[in-house]
């Protein structure tokens, strides 16, 4: 009887713990309901407040700029993101007088599960009224799948007005545009470091001879002119594939670049060769890399974060790297100042081919939208409008490719305002970063690893761009 | 203060969680103790085996059905292609499967080597837990951390500047001058990465041969000791038979965990340069990648090669048990 009752207490136990791991389980997803709820809850509330508030519709004092966007008082709009604290403050900052002009109310919500829920919301019927989405690929996914609403008539005007007409392209799917740019980042920089170019007596170069020009001085002064690390984890190899994409671009002009995004021209092809061999002749030279680390093997092993380091200390040129490389340069020395006359800086990688002009590669966020009320209109407008990026860019660390915005709203001399100064160019050749345009299984996959072991195992660059080809999804 | 109320939110339902649940349990276990004669067994039957049978189904069997289905469609899992993503394992991957096959010969049998030779060299050697617990360290570091250690033993500078490497800077001092990068070092590269898996596992390997040693009866070996066996006739014919089953269990432990290796590789080189284990190549193809397909055949390949592995562990434990 005893015995009996042991085991009744263990296997008790026992299916206990099993089903309350099962409830911890579930126990996320209904605290976050709660909060869902009470979120509308208090929505609510605060809709009956401002309606009871408002009165005729008269424009109140300060918001004369927002009229055109009036009418919608009391309503709210919701905006599904990537783009977590603290930035998220700061949109919540440059809307803020929107908000309170206008009468509309917008939810912001941050998840770093952004990719994985988005679908999984429009699917289950609870789709946010906007989302930012962080590339092309991924809008074309979502409206394959039937979730976006194309954008309306204000915000196409507001495009076609202020932005590089390649910018409007990556928000179109098929004929149709869906999505305006909301944040962008510029990848063709390079930097080196002031302080040095004037200890060693360079000019920053403004041609792509005149690039190599000072390579090859620095080569006679005894210093490698180039860096380089593609290691990235689970990304490696991507660095590697911004240097091909720059190369594409400057030699061929948008329209081969977007015939090589599309696979209409094949990876494999002379073009692409050529390309590669550019490539080879710049960061697989070994009198030219890898400045501070080694051969021109170590690129290959080299963290890209690390990769800037012998800059400072005058054991490497310059490196090829984007914009967001400004942040890394504390990490070397907590004093280094990233200035035009500071420890380092970048500039613009020259283009190559007169016919191709201002040549950028880049990226950047896209704004689209689930539903076609006249708010979720107004606020998507209102972010394609130059007078929100102006404030957007007022507090700090963000650029953006609306032209509307005046260079001087950014801080003098910064990285911004110099990625801006080309981001913003109407005339000149932007384009998409190309692996993030291509299939997962090159842009994220082949390409990636084929440009590793050119680097790492000088595979032949025929064996390197055939398996490239080869790895492209047949459809 | 939002956070604070969220977290207690979050605390105080998942308390209510707990207690609805053993309410649950209680109402079952009660109806449970009311039947009676002809259904009582089937019903404690019911009742004790449904929630793990239940577990299992959600956490195991449904998801090997799916991942098995799922290895004979597509990229999308939107179409049947057959057998293509096996042949296409076959044909575009042999090296990596021939690099998880040197894992699972070298990487436990050098672990399992070490640690019965270090068992040896320390029992009943003067604070031989101090020594033990020395060497079984490793075994509660991560293999990410123990991975990200390692890279920078292995870090490769060139020989003309202050090396940052700890492997690197041994090799100069013995006087190899032109030390290759290890990391691309191929296929060398393969054994510097076990390595890590080695000096992870010889902890494990060490204790529980160590404590199998000390269970041998003394008057075994003192029999042993009065026929006249010493030194490696001891240890060949008395001390290997008496332990041959935890050693065989310890190997076999090993090589599962090596068979589902994939944080070492994933950190130090992410399957570059002639590295690329089964595991790792399946988290590339279907979570980077998104080709569902290929990651599902392959994750059904390490499935088949560790089920007679599981079996065979199961069947040792089992002898082993018989006989005590």
């Known amino acids: 009887m005893t015995a009996l009752k042991r085991r009744r207490g263990a296997a008790l136990i026992a299916s206990g713990a099993a089903a309350m791991m099962l409830l911890a389980a579930c126990g996320g997803d209904s605290s976050s ?85 988005l679908p999984t919301r429009i699917a289950g019927g609870n789709a946010p009224d906007i989302a930012f989405i962080p590339q092309p690929g991924l809008l074309a996914k979502l409206v394959e799948g039937g979730g976006p609403v194309p954008a309306p008539e204000s915000v196409v005007a507001n495009v076609d007005s202020y932005w590089n007409p390649a910018w409007k392209s990556y928000g179109t799917v098929g004929d149709t545009f869906y999505a305006a740019p909301l944040g962008s980042n510029m990848k063709s920089f390079v930097w080196y470091s002031p302080k040095k170019f004037a200890e060693w007596g360079f000019e920053v170069p403004t041609t792509w001879e005149d690039m190599f020009a000072i390579s090859d001085a620095m080569v006679d002064a005894g210093v490698k002119p180039w860096c380089g690390g593609i290691e990235s984890g689970g990304a490696t190899g991507w660095a590697a594939t911004d240097w091909l994409e720059q190369i594409m671009l400057r030699m061929y002009g948008g329209e081969t670049y977007d015939k090589w995004v599309s696979n209409e021209l094949k990876f494999n092809s002379p073009e692409v060769t050529a390309a590669m061999d550019t490539l080879a002749s710049w960061m697989k030279n070994p009198d030219y890399v890898n400045g501070g680390f080694g051969n021109v093997q170590t690129i290959a092993t080299t963290a890209f974060q690390d990769a800037g380091g012998p800059i400072l200390a005058g ?131 082949a390409e990636w690893t084929e440009m590793t072991a050119w680097f790492a195992e000088d595979k032949s660059t025929k064996d390197v761009l055939d398996a490239i080809q080869a790895a492209w999804p047949a459809s | 203060m939002n956070e604070v109320l969220s977290g207690a939110a979050k605390l105080s339902s998942s308390f209510l969680a707990i207690i609805v649940f053993f309410a649950l349990i209680l109402v079952v276990f009660f109806i449970g103790s009311r039947f009676r004669g002809r259904l009582q067994s089937p019903a404690a039957l019911v009742i004790f085996l449904g929630p793990a049978v239940i577990l299992l189904l959600i956490g195991l069997v449904v998801p090997a ?173 008395v001390t290997i038979p008496m332990i041959r089953a935890t050693l065989i269990v310890v190997l076999v432990t090993i ?53 007679p592995l599981i079996i065979y562990n199961v069947v040792q434990l089992r002898k082993e048990r018989s006989i005590r």
């Open chain 2, 255 to 307: 090589m599962i965990a090596v068979l589902k290796i994939f944080d070492i590789v994933r950190v130090m080189t992410n399957g570059n340069f002639g590295t690329q284990v089964v595991a790792n190549e399946m988290y590339a193809q279907a979570f980077v990648q998104f080709d569902v397909g290929r990651g599902s055949a392959l994750a059904v390949v390490l499935f088949v090669a560790v089920v």
């Open chain 1, 33 to 117: 309901e709660t909060t869902a709820e009470e979120t509308a809850a208090e929505t609510a509330a605060e809709t009956a407040a401002e309606t009871a508030a408002e009165g005729d519709g008269a424009v109140a004092a300060g918001c004369e700029a927002y009229a055109a966007y009036a009418g919608s008082e009391g309503t709210s709009v919701s905006i599904f993101t990537s783009i977590l604290p603290p930035e998220q403050q700061k949109f919540e900052e440059a809307w803020a007088e929107f908000e309170s002009c206008t009468g509309i109310d917008i939810v912001y919500e941050g998840s770093d599960q952004f990719e994985a829920q």
């Open chain 2, 65 to 237: 059905i799916r991942t098995t289905a799922g290895s004979f469609q597509n990229a999308a899992g939107t179409e049947f292609i057959g057998a293509a993503n096996y042949l296409w394992i076959f044909e575009n991957k042999v090296p990596v499967l021939v690099n998880t096959l040197l894992w699972l010969v070298i990487a436990p049998l050098a672990s399992t080597a070490l640690g019965l030779t270090l068992a040896l060299l320390l029992d009943r050697m003067r604070r031989e837990s101090v020594a033990k617990s020395l060497i079984f360290m490793p075994m509660a570091i991560s293999f990410v951390g123990a991975g990200i250690i390692w890279g920078l033993i292995y870090e490769y500078r060139d020989p003309s500047k202050a090396q940052v490497g700890l492997l690197s800077q041994l090799a100069m001092w013995v006087g190899i001058d032109d030390p290759p990068n290890w990391i691309l070092w191929s296929p060398f590269n393969n054994y510097l990465l076990m390595a890590i898996m080695i000096w992870i596992q010889v902890g494990f390997a060490m204790v529980v041969l160590s404590a199998a040693i000390k269970a041998i009866p003394g008057d075994v070996v003192e029999a042993a000791e009065l026929d006249g066996a010493t030194g490696w006739k001891l240890f060949s014919r």
């Open chain 1, 315 to 445: 054991e490497c040129g310059m490196l090829q790297q984007a914009s967001f490389y400004g942040n890394f340069w504390v990490n070397f020395n907590p004093d280094a100042t990233v200035a035009p006359d500071g420890d380092a800086y970048a500039f613009y990688l020259p283009a190559m081919n007169d016919d191709v002009a201002q040549p950028v590669v880049g990226g950047g966020e896209f704004v689209a939208a689930f539903a076609n009320r006249p708010e979720v209109a107004a606020v998507q407008t209102f972010l394609a409008s130059p007078e929100f990026a102006t404030a957007k860019v007022k507090l700090g660390t963000w650029v953006s490719a609306n032209s509307g915005v005046p260079l001087d709203a950014y801080v003098p001399g910064s990285i911004d305002q110099l990625s801006a100064q080309y981001l913003t160019d109407l005339s000149g050749t932007f384009r998409f970063d190309a692996s993030d345009l291509m299939p997962a299984a090159v842009g994220a996959g």
